[in-house]
């Protein structure tokens, strides 16, 4: 479903969420029920991830609003965040707690420099860093994400020294209060990211926080016994997924074709989402079926009581 709502001055759809802009001073993220790994849309869309994903992000946000100030104001729809238009800064802080994913796969390479982080010896995956470590990532020319130290940031003119000591304090703070928000659900919190933004002069949390598409949970029961043995991690993420394209040759590269998805892996997708929900939110999750015409009405009156306050 596509909107036009009232004062729409620009739309953009991205992997997830289709983002409108509101006089330039408001954006309406709907975040839709697609699936992206290794920046490319997969050809299904997974039943109730939009809802699950928008209930975590503003869950999050609020959680962590003592923290920082973050663009939210409204969730005026299960699927649907309402909130301040920020200038982008264009740096992704990524903050890694475990060796997982990207940061496994280079330091499996033999690499022990990342975005220039340097990473201890004689690790082995999914065992914790001394402290959490930030690795940015910002987005190349084609749109990918690609790794990027301190040094080359502020060369680029990407922020300023003091954006990016604040968003550094801002990232860690968060990373903690993730951390513990997790734990008192029995979850680990590997890694995440967040996104920043300007806004009347102040750097502003932007987009989601602690969801699926931007962690990387483990199960806290267990964890320090298979790591012992050197065994797989229970994880709750979409890791699991990059997985499987990766086991059917597929990481986004020009020449590979994306793996086929029955309707039962579709599903067990689904699934996956829902049950990271109910563990990390610690309440059980209520399926909403959305209507567009209830939706559209709802983000109407959700912008029009935000421009009269």
């Known amino acids: 479903m596509q909107f036009q709502f009232t004062g729409q001055t620009n739309f953009y759809s991205g992997k997830v969420r289709d983002v409108y802009s509101i006089k330039n001073d408001w954006l309406v993220m709907v975040a839709t029920d ?3 790994a290794f ?4 050809p299904k869309a997974i039943p109730y991830k939009g809802q699950v994903l928008n209930q975590i992000a503003s869950y999050m946000l609020n959680k962590t609003a003592d923290i920082c100030p973050n663009w939210l104001r409204d969730v005026p729809a299960p699927n649907v965040s309402v909130g301040v238009k920020c200038k982008p800064i264009p740096v992704e802080m990524v903050v890694r707690g475990n060796l997982v994913g990207h940061a496994w796969r280079t330091y499996k390479s033999g690499k022990r420099i990342l975005c220039g982080a340097t990473l201890p010896e004689n690790l082995q995956e999914n065992d914790y860093f001394p402290s959490p470590i930030i690795t940015p990532s910002t ?3 084609e749109g990918h994400d690609e790794d990027i130290s301190p040094n080359e940031i502020l060369e680029r003119g990407l922020c300023t020294k003091e954006e990016w000591s604040t ?3 801002y990232a860690l703070s968060l990373f903690e209060r993730g951390k513990q928000l997790a734990l008192q659900n029995g979850l680990i919190l590997g890694d995440t990211k967040y996104e920043f933004g300007r806004y009347k002069g102040q750097v502003m949390l932007m987009d989601e926080v602690h969801t699926p598409d931007s962690s990387r949970y483990f199960y806290a029961n ?3 016994e298979r790591q012992a043995k050197g065994e797989k991690q229970k994880q709750l993420s979409k890791e699991f997924v990059r997985e499987w394209l990766i086991e059917n040759n597929f990481m986004g590269k020009e020449d590979q074709s994306i793996p086929e998805m029955n309707e039962d892996w579709v599903q067990t997708i689904s699934n996956r989402y829902i049950e990271l929900y ?3 939110i610690g309440e059980k999750f209520v399926p909403e079926v959305l209507n567009e015409a209830v939706t559209f009405q709802k983000v109407e009156d959700s912008l029009k009581n935000l421009s009269a306050s």
């Open 139 to 141: 987005k190349a020319a």
């Open 34 to 36: 697609r699936i992206s």
């Open 39 to 42: 920046d490319v849309i997969l």
């Open 278 to 280: 109910e563990k990390l």
């Open 222 to 224: 267990g964890f320090e």
């Open 167 to 169: 968003m550094c304090n």
